[in-house]
Each structure stands twice: as C-alpha cells, then as structure tokens.
C-alpha cells in the first residue's frame, strides 16, 4: 500500500510557504491562535456527516469507534487552545538584577520558551482522526507557534486530504497565514521531509523499524534535530497473587477485552500477561476470547505483519495456543497463547516482542521473586500494569521496576484508552519512543515544539511581551523566584 510521490517542486514550495510563515506564528498571541485551533475544531465537527463515511471506508473501523475518535480530536483541538490561552506554556520567568546575589551580581534575566519553526508530522494508521492530519502533534506543534507539514498514512489518504482542506481554510479564515498546514505523501518524500533543512522537529507514530529509520536520518543531518517517535510496546501487565484469587473473572474479562479493543491495533494493548502458576485466570480468558468473533484489520500490510507476529510467537517450542488459532484469518478473531515465566526468561526477549493485532500472551510464574525478574527484563514501554490488592510485599518493588520502564504505570486498570488530559504521559523509554521525556497525548506535548532563550540585559521595550515588566499579556510568571499569577 504506497501513495504516490509528492512532486519534487510543489515539495519545495510547500517547505519554503512553511519556512515563510514560521516567523508571522512565532509572532502571533496565544489567543490568535487558540482562535486558529478552535476554528479547526468547528469545521471537522461541521463536517462530521462527509468525515465519517471517508474514514469507514478507508480504515474498516466502525461508525462508533470513528464518531468517538472524532471528537477526541476537536476536543484535543480545543484543549490546547484553552492551554495557550492561560500561558503557563510559556514557562515565562523574570529574574531582576540583583548587587546583592550571594554568587555575585546578577544581572536582569528574562527566560521564555520560543517556538522551534517548521514541524514535520508523520500520521499514524490506526487513528484517522486523532493521531492523523489534525492529530494532537499537530494541534500542539501549532499551539507552540510551528507551520506543520503533515506526511500523509497512505492507509486513508482520501480521509487525510479532505481533514488538511477543511483545517488549512478555517485556519487561515481566522487569520493563520499561508503555509500554517500542508500536506505531502509517499516514502520518499517522507524520508526527504525529514533530512530538510526547513524542517526544525519531527513527530511520528508507527513501527519500530520505520520510526527508527527516520529517527536516524534527523540525527544524520548536518544541524540534527528533534524526533519524537512513538515506536511501540507490548505493555506487559502484572497479576499479584491475591488479586488473582480474588478477581480472575474481573481480571481475565479486562484483559481480552483489552486485547481485542479495536481489533488489537492499539499501541496501548497489553500484550503479555503474567500470572501466579495454578491461577483460574487463563482458563477464564480462553473462555472469553472463545466468545468474541473477527474483524477486518486497517489494511492488507497490517494484516500481513500480524500474520507473521503472530505465526512467530506461536511457533516457539515453549508456547502453546491456548485459544483462537496461529493463523488469523482475514478477520481474526482473539488468540491467547500460553507460556512459563521461565521460558519468558530464557527467551532473550524472543517473548517480548510487539504483535500488532488481538493476540495476548499469558506468562505464569511460580514465584514473587520470579515475577520481579520478569518486570526488570523490559525495555522501554508506554505503559505496564499491576492487577493488585494493595498490601502484597512484592508490590513497591514491582511499582518502582516498571515506574524505571515505562511512562505510564496503571493500577487495577487497562492501558488502552488514552486520556487528553493535564497529567498524561504517552511516551517512554527507548524503543517505546526515542525521545522519553516528550508525551504526544496530553497538554504538555506541546513542549516538544518550544526551546527556551534567556535575554540578558535587554531594555524592556525590546523584550518579547510575555518577559516584559508589567505584563502585557496577562501570564504567569515566575519573578525572582516567586510565581505570580496575573490579577
């Protein structure tokens, strides 16, 4: 599945409108441009009856799933205009000269966060809407005061041009300037947008081995730059001994249901379970899987890899089927497979790896220390879970293992469903992403697309409005080493 190639001249037209607009956003308030965001929002939810039906069609999700996606992504929209608009964002700090500073003199400092310029966007596959054209690294690369450039998923191409015509014009209806969107498409071009000197930071979300490719050619340029890749995870989720005694038909149920969520293809999905030996719960879960029937996956290529996951996990001579079947069909249906802590151990991360579609592999460990060793044998994750009664002595040490391995830690719930909140972090370490402390879900992954420049010395006439005396904009500040909220 490929789209076709971005013409070499309307590609440098494209990079050169971004790079021309980059100092105009830079220069706008945060209100105008909470104004471009909101605007944004409007049109999809306005066009909500052409949207839908476009998107059905391109990635076989349903109505339900694409309705409730749509609206995370105008409310995502709107959030980071109600962000920018409060201007904390900005992070705007005054120190005043000081004679009597105890390391010497200091002298007038004024520190900001400034946008970084021209923002290269990758869409995902498995959200259209949310993680696409209009996507959170979008909306939060504009609320920072970045043009976007938008590579295109060829799993909904049709879809991501239309979201671009509607964004881009209500957009620049409110007063964003030429430039403030595009789109581009196809591999190549993809692979060139990233090595552009015009482009000051990347964004992406897909596979391992494609984000980190791109991961690669940023840092080759001659002037590296930013990438953060959301690469994937296996999200393992631990059970505890008593919470398995007490809850397995509550723990079993969430944990398929959590697996085939969306056919599988989240990057949230837990993908590996670890339970005590003797518990109730894979039993329970090979009858619940039995229940649920198949669906179309996104498309022919994701369906392949899953295929090919799926036939390599299945085939390792320590794991047995345990429900559903090693060959998933056109539509697959749930397939839970079964395997021992200690061959989990001895299988130098062979168990470990990403199966994208609704496949759960359920570890049983005879031992706490056992369960531990599994934890501290992960790399970098979005997220891992503990299933627990709160007063087992494993847990603190099991909480602190995953806390080092992943960016979200769950307690007694499920990964999937990411909430756009204050506090959520969608990120991890490597080879969750390649940037840990960034987030693409949440109100702080506009920090990606900002770097921070001190001015010393500089008349106040002459400074930026959010560091000046006075406060012209009405922010939060931070003045010699008080916060000061604006009256």
């Known amino acids: 599945m490929t789209t076709e190639e971005t013409p070499s001249a309307e590609f440098d037209a494209i990079l050169d409108r971004a790079a021309q607009a980059a100092p105009t956003i830079a220069a706008t308030t945060p209100r105008q441009r909470a104004e471009w965001l909101d605007r944004a929002a409007d049109a999809l939810d306005a066009n909500a009856a052409i949207l839908l039906p476009l998107a059905i069609e391109e990635s076989h999700l349903t ?41 010497g003199a200091r002298p007038d400092l004024r520190r900001m966060m400034r946008p970084l310029g021209p923002v290269a966007v990758f869409a995902a596959s498995n959200f259209p809407f949310a993680f696409s054209v209009a996507g959170g690294d979008t909306a939060s690369a504009i609320a920072a005061g970045c043009p976007v450039v938008v590579k295109l998923n060829p799993g909904h191409p049709r879809l991501s041009r239309r ?20 789109l581009v498409s196809g591999m190549q071009t993809g692979r060139a947008l990233v090595l552009d000197p015009r482009i000051t930071a990347a964004s992406f979300t897909g596979s391992l081995a494609g984000g980190r490719a791109l991961f ?35 723990i079993a149920t969430g944990f398929v249901g959590s697996v ?37 996956m996104l498309n022919e290529r994701i369906r392949e890899g ?12 320590e794991v047995t089927v345990l429900a559903g079947s090693a060959d998933p069909g056109i539509d ?21 790896t990403e199966s994208f579609g609704p496949t759960g592999l359920i570890v049983s460990y005879e031992s706490d220390e056992e369960l531990l060793a599994a934890a501290e044998s992960f790399e970098g994750q979005l997220t891992a879970t503990v299933q627990g009664e709160g007063d087992e002595t494993v847990v603190p040490a099991l909480l602190a293992a995953l806390a080092d391995r992943a960016g979200r830690v769950l307690w007694n719930g499920w990964p999937t469903g990411v909430s756009v909140t204050y506090a959520m972090q969608h990120g991890g370490p490597y080879p969750a992403t390649t940037a840990s402390q960034g987030t693409s879900v949440g109100t702080t992954a506009i920090d990606r697309f900002l770097r921070p420049v001190s001015y010393q010395g500089v008349p106040d006439a002459l400074l930026p409005a ?16 008080r916060t000061i909220l604006p009256s």
């Not at 719960?281 to 029937?293: F, H």
């Not at 006075?470 to 080493?481: A, E, H, K, V, Y």
């Open 63 to 103: 109505e339900d799933r694409l309705t409730g996606e749509l609206r995370r992504t105008t409310f995502q929209l709107r959030l980071f205009g109600e962000v920018i608009r409060e201007g904390a964002f900005l992070q705007a700090t005054i120190d005043h000269a000081d004679p009597d500073w105890p390391m």
């Open 260 to 296: 085939s969520m969306g056919v599988g293809q989240f990057c949230t999905k837990p993908g590996l379970l670890f339970v005590p030996a003797g518990s109730a719960i894979p039993g329970i879960a090979a009858r619940v899987a039995a229940e649920r029937s198949g669906a179309a």
């Open 306 to 317: 899953y295929g090919t996951s799926l036939g390599n996990l299945a085939a390792h001579p």
């Open 216 to 250: 690669d050619l940023a840092t080759s340029r001659p002037d590296p730059i930013p990438f953060y890749g959301e690469l994937g995870s296996v999200n393992p989720a631990f059970v505890t001994e008593q919470a398995s005694l007490m809850r397995a038909e509550d």
């Open 466 to 481: 959010p560091v000046r005396d006075g406060n012209p904009w009405s922010l939060p500040r931070r003045i010699d080493g």
């Open 163 to 182: 979201v671009g015509e509607l964004v881009a014009s209500a957009m620049q209806e409110a007063g964003a300037p030429t430039g403030t969107l595009a």
């Open 332 to 352: 697959p249906a749930p397939t839970l497979l079964l395997a021992t802590a200690k061959a989990f151990l001895a299988s130098d991360g062979a168990l470990a």
